[in-house]
T-cell receptor, first 110, second 114 residues
Framework: KNEVEQSPQNLTAQEGEFITINCSYSVGISALHWLQQHPGGGIVSLFMLSSGKKKHGRLIATINIQEKHSSLHITASHPRDSAVYICAVRGRPANNDMRFGAGTRLTVKP | EAQVTQNPRYLITVTGKKLTVTCSQNMNHEYMSWYRQDPGLGLRQIYYSMNVEVTDKGDVPEGYKVSRKEKRNFPLILESPSPNQTSLYFC?????????????FGPGTRLLVL
């Protein structure tokens, strides 16, 4: 079983819909990252979380350390949000390796 | 412009022919890392480096070597490539250790080993 599980694997939405992508992990972590991989392959870091909630524009990321769960929300989704969203964790103790979820492929239709 | 560059972007080679994929960052970041991405397996860490002359193995280091002689460069070396190393490779860097700050990713290198 992967240490980092994402759901759903694939998600299709209509423009304007509210999107939620989930990430669960089985190890103790010091930080969790959400990444976006564009259709062309490039990867961009969206958020780094160690507790609580962060918001950038239409994107919101939350984390519940006790439940070992994080969510990425996209409000008012747009076709340009179509991408693969990847959850990654840095484990405890303070090592420096990173573990990744398999990714969620989001398609937003106009 | 702050960036991570990788070269080459695309490479086709044959089994056993040594190759090097270069990675360079211009942000004075301490941490650099190599990942490979395969369908169904996602991203997996190969090696990482906390600073010059400090490197450590990630999840899948077999068949790869790295060096960190200068802060800005972190080349990935395949001494004797095999077909199971066909993959999409990403280099990334961040200030401080992994997870402490956001990582900046290179554009990727698509490698095919015949």
């Amino acid at each position: 079983k992967n240490e980092v599980e994402q759901s759903p694997q694939n998600l299709t939405a209509q423009e304007g819909e509210f999107i939620t992508i989930n990430c669960s992990y089985s190890v103790g972590i010091s930080a969790l990252h959400w990444l976006q991989q564009h259709p062309g392959g490039g990867i961009v870091s969206l958020f780094m979380l160690s507790s609580g909630k962060k918001k950038h524009g239409r994107l919101i990321a939350t984390i519940n350390i006790q439940e070992k769960h994080s969510s990425l929300h996209i409000t008012a989704s747009h076709p340009r949000d179509s991408a693969v969203y990847i959850c990654a964790v840095r484990g405890r103790p303070a090592n420096n390796d990173m573990r990744f979820g398999a990714g969620t492929r989001l398609t937003v239709k106009p | 412009e702050a960036q991570v560059t990788q070269n080459p972007r695309y490479l086709i080679t044959v089994t056993g022919k040594k190759l090097t994929v270069t990675c360079s960052q211009n942000m004075n970041h301490e941490y650099m890392s190599w990942y490979r991405q395969d369908p169904g397996l996602g991203l997996r860490q190969i090696y990482y480096s906390m600073n010059v002359e400090v490197t450590d193995k990630g999840d899948v280091p077999e068949g790869y070597k790295v060096s960190r002689k200068e802060k800005r460069n972190f080349p990935l070396i395949l001494e004797s490539p095999s077909p199971n190393q066909t993959s999409l490779y990403f280099c990334a860097s961040s200030p401080g250790g992994a997870g402490r700050r956001a990582q900046y990713f290179g554009p990727g290198t698509r490698l095919l080993v015949l």
